[in-house]
T-cell receptor, first 115, second 117 residues
Framework: AQTVTQSQPEMSVQEAETVTLSCTYD???????LFWYKQPPSRQMILVIR??????QNATENRFSVNFQKAAKSFSLKISDSQLGDAAMYFC????????????FGKGTKLTVNP | GAVVSQHPSWVICKSGTSVKIECRSL??????MFWYRQFPKQSLMLMAT?????????EQGVEKDKFLINHASLTLSTLTVTSAHPEDSSFYIC?????????????FGDGTRLSIL
């Protein structure tokens, strides 16, 4: 079974600075998807960014980018120019490409942005 | 964009009551929907996978008779918490993926906060 590990329960960053959230996963599959979801205090689950495992190029969405290291099974999220609205829980998630469509979530990292 | 509507957003009821939560995909069809449970300061835990026109697939440790799932149409799945007790109090979230697009991300509802007195 796949597992997702987020080793940082909490992180903090100064406004306008850059922060990186870590995520590692374990799988025997070669094709899969990885996601970062943001959950603010409202508890909505908001998709931040996603990466297809077959793509070598790291995904980027505005201030959010990932460092995908397939061999190391690592999928970190970098937030540049941090804003107060970035404060939230961030969950890393794994999804098989075929068969089960289940999302496997990490335990989450609580990000605090200091003004 | 894809929208998933979940209702109600918050419910408070007495112990022993059954509570039904609805999850609707508003602008797309979803043959599969997912139900998660989230305790405070914890991650999402998948409870079951809801399949349109067939029985739901429950995760290990989730009581099928306690958490009844019905997926009667391509746009609606319901979760009924039967004879709810205080330990069932939690945050329940559903998600759905567009039919036929397995490479698309799941879209989440806004969740239901369930409080059993």
């Amino acid at each position: 079974a796949q597992t997702v590990t987020q080793s940082q329960p909490e992180m903090s960053v100064q406004e306008a600075e850059t922060v990186t959230l870590s995520c590692t996963y374990d799988t025997s599959e070669s094709d899969y998807y990885l996601f970062w979801y943001k959950q603010p205090p409202s508890r909505q689950m908001i998709l931040v960014i996603r990466q297809e495992a077959y793509k070598q190029q790291n995904a980027t969405e505005n201030r959010f980018s990932v460092n995908f290291q397939k061999a190391a099974k690592s999928f970190s999220l970098k937030i540049s120019d941090s804003q107060l609205g970035d404060a939230a829980m961030y969950f890393c998630a794994y999804n098989s490409q075929g068969g089960s469509e289940k999302l496997v979530f990490g335990k989450g990292t609580k990000l605090t942005v200091n003004p | 964009g894809a929208v998933v509507s979940q209702h109600p957003s918050w419910v408070i009821c007495k112990s022993g009551t059954s509570v039904k939560i609805e999850c609707r995909s508003l602008d797309f069809q979803a043959t599969t929907m997912f139900w998660y449970r989230q305790f405070p300061k914890q991650s999402l835990m998948l409870m079951a996978t809801s399949n349109e026109g067939s029985k739901a697939t429950y995760e290990q440790g989730v009581e099928k008779d306690k958490f009844l799932i019905n997926h009667a149409s391509l746009t609606l799945s319901t979760l009924t918490v039967t004879s709810a007790h205080p330990e069932d109090s939690s945050f329940y979230i559903c998600s759905a993926r567009r039919q036929g697009l397995s490479n698309q991300p799941q879209h989440f509802g806004d969740g239901t906060r369930l409080s059993i007195l």
